[in-house]
Nanobody, 121 residues
Framework: QVQLVESGGGLVQPGGSLRLSCGASRSIFSINVMGWYRQAPGNQREWAARITSGGMATYADSVKGRFTISRDIAKNTVYLQMNSLKPEDTAVYYC???????????????WGQGTQVTVSS
């Protein structure tokens, strides 16, 4: 199992920056993929960024060039640096972990509780 705890959300003006953190309860080397999703009111949850255990990062087109996902292996923490924020980035941001579990011979998703990001003047 994996417990995930997000932090770092808040209110920021358009063009501003925020950094989200996601702490994991186990070594992130043992987690196949960690990522960030977001859900705006009335919308489905959408993927924003992910990083593999090997360190490969990928981004949704909507955040590419503005958001950066990174990790601190010693702290079992993944970050999402968000720059040039827009009102349409307003959403609850969720941390996600995908883990292969040998007992079920399949991948399982784990989610954090979410952190609110509001971009408004």
């Amino acid at each position: 199992q994996v417990q995930l705890v997000e932090s770092g959300g808040g209110l920021v003006q358009p063009g501003g920056s925020l950094r989200l953190s996601c702490g994991a309860s186990r070594s992130i080397f043992s987690i196949n993929v960690m990522g960030w999703y977001r859900q705006a009111p009335g919308n489905q949850r959408e993927w924003a960024a992910r990083i593999t255990s090997g360190g490969m990062a990928t981004y949704a087109d909507s955040v590419k060039g503005r958001f950066t996902i990174s990790r601190d292996i010693a702290k079992n923490t993944v970050y999402l640096q968000m720059n040039s924020l827009k009102p349409e980035d307003t959403a609850v941001y969720y941390c996600n972990a995908v883990v292969y579990e040998s007992d079920i011979k399949s991948f399982r998703d784990y989610w954090g509780q979410g952190t609110q990001v509001t971009v408004s003047s």
